[in-house]
């Protein structure tokens, strides 16, 4: 199933038979617009990850996780949707308005991981459902299902309730993942002419509205890198400086005196008169949809976290790719709020404070109650990958990285086709769904994996940066013709061991920058809302072709190793792994009395599977406990586990065994807990 053919041999083929297929359907070949500041993004394209932590994953991705997802939505009618609306069928639309996202999102996911695996029934599958979305294509270019079938008067109304724009960039970003594998730009050409529709209707002297649930913003972006076409990349921005304004034909400042809460009818309420209640409430600018305020003046993270992290990821993007006065403070501010207020110890976001998958309130964090939505964490992800494009500075790679391996990977069982909402990082025993109606987060499970190898590294100038550890391979390009492929073998996150093989195609001078993540330096977090038990921690190492190089960390969190590389030269990393006694700021009284544990990037819990009786809500582990760690192969597909002395409330000994945050709710249901107590000093 996997490719065999040399990857990079045959992207080249598809770059040029993308080319002419493009001119031969009369779009524009441009080469990728290059940012005007910040990094150069790596196409997940160029790097295979095999073997090592990541390697399996992709692999029960492709295997397990696409074709689950696309089992699931076929049956769940997001398919037939279309049918309909391509006028195939009568009859009624299955699900809601945001349907068509979720099958977008799963054909990306498809879509990239064919990228990486050969698979022919998978191809024609993916071809087979392509083309029945594209045959409800409007003339026009409208392509959601949902309005097509039940009221196409409806088409752009009530968008900050509904999620127009939002099954629009879904379908965005999946056409530009499908160019990319295929050269054939059909399905690109049929995002474009959607695009361009939108671009008919909204922009400034027409009508200015905004989502209510961001996306589309990020989308067009990649729509623009994609075509070179700058319009897709001024209505991102429209978009994003619409927020916080009027909504109608002019562009007016909204004013929030205006923003009355609807009072909610007196006596028993038919479920209508609640629905209509619920969406008068929606309705009111209270940053739960980040429309409360332009986009420059929000320098505190509210609102709904997925809606707010594509926001961010968008808003990043729009700064590296043209001139945005005020998006950079507001990054900034909004960066610091949530990194050192608003993030739990796995880098998930999301508090179910306010009823809904949102932002709570600074340090109020609850562990059981935690909304830390999949997709949340997901477009953590996005954000904080390109704010380290946009600074090139290793603390934005150090929360991406806590974001993936814990908020995210918890998402997803290891086998693949089960999945969780919420994980929250306390729990009396959960049991993951094979599925979820509301498909958001296992739709977007199966389209992050494959995208890993695309985080792990990044370009600028004559400078490669490694972001992620990660076995695997990548070829890349940095200016001025410099052709390098660089090899990772690790097991990373177990061993903080690195060889990294750098082969340039002729010997050359060069950068590699490689990133000595927080957790090596004693800081799990570049804030002070968790603190390492134990800031001293052991150096880390490295060599260059066997002679250790005494190298220093630079004020960007990456040792900078400049050099003229010969091919075959080899750099050894090597990052000591103690475990981490964790602790959060005083402020977070849910976490207060509390440790948790981490070993290198990961987070631990302990699960009752590994630890049968034990009353979590009693037991303590002292803080001067030894805490040993040990590979085991045989558990939960290989992990390290911990373990430490404890004590009941009466004293008796307790032994505790952490396993990996991520591999928690794979057995059988029991209590779980992030935060073990610990007994106060004396
Ligand atoms: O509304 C679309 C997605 O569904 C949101 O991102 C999730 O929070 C879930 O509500
Ligand atoms: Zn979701």
């Not at 990850?49 to 076929?74: C, I, M, S, Y």
Request: aromatic share 8%.
């Amino acid at each position: 199933m996997k490719k065999h053919a040399p990857r990079h041999g045959w992207n080249h083929a598809v770059i040029l038979g993308s080319a002419v297929c493009l001119l031969a359907f009369g779009l524009a070949v441009a080469a990728e617009p290059a940012p005007l500041r910040g990094l150069r993004e790596v196409s997940h394209q160029q790097v295979e990850l095999r073997d090592g932590f990541w390697g399996p994953r992709l692999k029960t991705q492709h295997e397990v996780t696409v074709p689950h997802a696309l089992n699931e939505l076929e049956k769940d009618g997001h398919v037939t949707n279309f049918d309909k609306a391509a006028g195939k069928f009568d009859g009624p639309l299955k699900g809601h308005h945001a349907f068509d996202s979720d099958l977008h999102k799963a054909l990306e996911g498809a879509v990239l991981s064919l990228q990486h695996f050969e698979d022919r029934p998978l191809r024609q599958r993916v071809d087979g459902l392509l083309d029945r979305i594209l045959a409800a294509q409007q003339k026009d270019g409208f392509l959601i299902s949902c309005y097509i079938v039940t009221n196409q008067a409806m088409r752009w109304e009530d968008l900050r309730l509904e999620h127009q724009m939002y099954n629009a960039g879904h379908f965005f970003e999946m056409a530009v993942a499908h160019q990319q594998l295929t050269g054939d730009p059909k399905v690109l050409k049929a995002a474009k002419r959607f695009a361009d529709h939108i671009d008919g209707i909204f922009g400034p002297g027409k009508r200015h509205d905004v989502d209510g649930h961001q996306e589309v913003e990020l989308a067009l972006v990649k729509l623009y890198r994609a075509t070179g076409e700058r319009r897709y990349l001024d209505l991102a921005k429209f978009f994003l400086d619409e927020r916080g304004y009027v909504h109608g034909k002019e562009r007016k400042l909204f004013d929030p005196k205006t923003a009355v809460m609807p009072v909610r009818p007196e006596g028993q309420l038919t479920p209508e008169q609640r629905r209509a209640h619920f969406r008068a409430t929606l309705r009111v600018r209270n940053g739960r949809m980040q429309d409360h305020k332009p986009v420059v003046d929000q320098h505190e993270a509210v609102g709904h976290a997925v809606r707010a992290g594509y926001m961010y990821a968008a808003m990043a993007d729009i700064v590296r790719f043209m001139d945005a006065p005020g998006y950079e403070t507001a990054l900034d501010h909004l960066w610091t709020d949530v990194v050192g207020r608003k993030m739990y110890v796995t880098g998930a976001i999301g508090t179910g404070q306010y009823g809904d998958e949102g932002f709570g309130d600074p340090y109020k964090l609850p562990n059981g109650s935690a909304y830390c939505e999949s997709c949340a964490s997901i477009a953590h992800v996005l954000w904080q990958h390109r704010m380290n494009l946009l600074k090139g500075q290793a603390k934005y790679a150090d929360m991406m990285e806590l974001a993936l391996y814990n908020g995210t990977l918890s998402g997803i069982a290891l086998a693949g086709n089960k999945f969780c909402y919420e994980n929250p990082l306390a729990s009396q025993g959960k049991q993951r769904s094979s599925w979820i109606g509301l498909s958001c987060c296992p739709a977007n499970l199966a389209r992050i994996f494959p995208q890993v190898g695309g985080l792990t590294y990044a370009v600028g100038g004559r400078r490669v940066y490694v972001n992620l550890y990660a076995a695997g391979e990548a070829s890349l390009q940095l200016d001025q013709g410099i052709s390098v492929k660089l090899a990772q073998q690790t097991d990373y996150p177990w061993s903080g061991q690195v060889r990294l093989t750098v082969t340039p195609k002729e010997a050359a001078d060069f950068t590699v920058a490689l990133r000595i993540p927080g957790w090596a330096l004693g800081q799990p977090v570049p804030s002070d809302l968790y603190r390492a038990g134990d800031k001293k921690v052991p150096a880390f190492g490295l060599k260059i072709n066997g002679t250790t190089t005494d190298v220093r960390v630079g004020a960007d969190g990456y040792v900078h190793l400049r050099r003229n590389w010969k091919a075959g030269e080899v750099v050894e990393l090597d990052l000591p792994m103690p475990v981490q006694r964790i602790y959060a700021h005083e402020k977070v009284k849910d976490d207060e009395g509390r440790v948790a544990l981490m070993r290198g990037p990961l987070v631990y819990c302990v699960e009752a599977a590994d630890n049968p009786g034990v009353d979590f809500g009693r037991v303590v582990l002292p803080p001067d406990a030894k805490l040993s760690s040990e590979h085991r192969a045989a558990l939960l597909g290989g992990v390290t586990v911990l373990e430490g002395k404890g004590h009941d409330e009466k004293q008796a000994p307790v032994t505790l065994t952490a396993i990996p945050y991520y591999t928690w709710m794979n057995r059988e249901k029991g209590p779980m807990t992030v935060w073990i107590k610990q007994p106060a000093k004396p």
